[in-house]
């Protein structure tokens, strides 16, 4: 995928949920099959500060999407990526665990002393359990002489840059045009209602 302006047709937008982005794209990716729409590109992250994403990752809204390889280095030229918490599952909708999930936050300067940033990834990964690369079929794998994916390379990542009045939770208020709209005006005393 190399022009980021031709990625859907106009109308279409891109809002995966997080089995969507593993068993749909993250899967068939490390399997080296081709992901139809071909969306996400592969992007070296580390390079890049995430305020430096915009054209080089595929983006929708205030979120950008791309897969990169796994590596432990997760420094850029400002600043680096902190893990926060412990990983995720990702499951199916049949409640199978596809994947998981790990959230970073982005700190400028460097470790340990940076300014923490409002950008965040989700980096998702393949679980080893669900899938045909697990080691305990690696011995079946050998016997097939069929090549052994290695899903531990490829992960997708979700970057995007929370508001100030988030308080990291998903449920974000958003408010109506109309609400917006009231807000803006400075005197609503001028505003005449119909009898």
Same mark, same amino acid.
């Given at each position: 995928?190399?022009?980021?302006?031709?990625?859907?047709?106009?109308?279409?937008?891109?809002?995966?949920?997080?089995?969507?982005?593993?068993?749909?794209?993250?899967?068939?990716?490390?399997?080296?099959?081709?992901?139809?729409?071909?969306?996400?590109?592969?992007?070296?992250?580390?390079?890049?500060?995430?305020?430096?994403?915009?054209?080089?990752?595929?983006?929708?809204?205030?979120?950008?999407?791309?897969? $990169?390889?796994?590596?432990?280095? %997760?420094?850029?030229?400002?600043?680096?990526?902190?893990?926060?918490? @412990?990983?995720?599952? #990702? =499951?199916?909708?049949?409640?199978?665990?596809?994947?998981?999930?790990?959230?970073?936050?982005?700190?400028?300067?460097?470790?340990?002393?940076?300014?923490?940033?409002?950008?965040?990834?989700?980096?998702?990964?393949?679980?080893?359990?669900?899938?045909?690369?697990?080691?305990? $079929?690696?011995?079946?794998?050998? %016997?097939?002489?069929?090549?052994?994916?290695?899903?531990?390379?490829? @992960?997708?990542?979700? #970057? =995007?840059?929370?508001?100030?009045?988030?308080?990291?939770?998903?449920?974000?208020?958003?408010?109506?045009?109309?609400?917006?709209?009231?807000?803006?005006?400075?005197?609503?005393?001028?505003?005449?209602?119909?009898?």
């Amino acid at each position: 995928m190399g022009d980021n302006n031709v990625n859907l047709p106009p109308g279409f937008r891109f809002y995966p949920t997080d089995e969507e982005l593993v068993v749909h794209f993250l899967q068939r990716k490390a399997a080296l099959l081709p992901c139809h729409p071909d969306v996400i590109p592969d992007l070296d992250l580390y390079p890049y500060d995430p305020w430096e994403l915009d054209g080089r990752a595929m983006a929708e809204g205030n979120k950008w999407y791309f897969f $990169s390889r796994k590596t432990p280095n %997760r420094i850029t030229e400002n600043g680096y990526w902190k893990p926060l918490g @412990v990983d995720e599952p #990702v =499951f199916t909708g049949a409640n199978k665990k596809v994947g998981m999930k790990k959230y970073y936050v982005f700190y400028v300067g460097e470790a340990p002393g940076g300014t923490k940033t409002n950008w965040v990834m989700q980096e998702y990964r393949l679980s080893d359990g669900g899938s045909s690369s697990s080691s305990s $079929s690696s011995r079946s794998s050998k %016997r097939r002489s069929s090549p052994k994916v290695d899903y531990s390379k490829w @992960v997708l990542c979700r #970057v =995007f840059e929370r508001r100030n009045d988030d308080d990291g939770d998903d449920g974000e208020t958003q408010l109506s045009c109309l609400d917006e709209v009231f807000l803006s005006m400075e005197d609503l005393e001028e505003i005449s209602l119909p009898n």
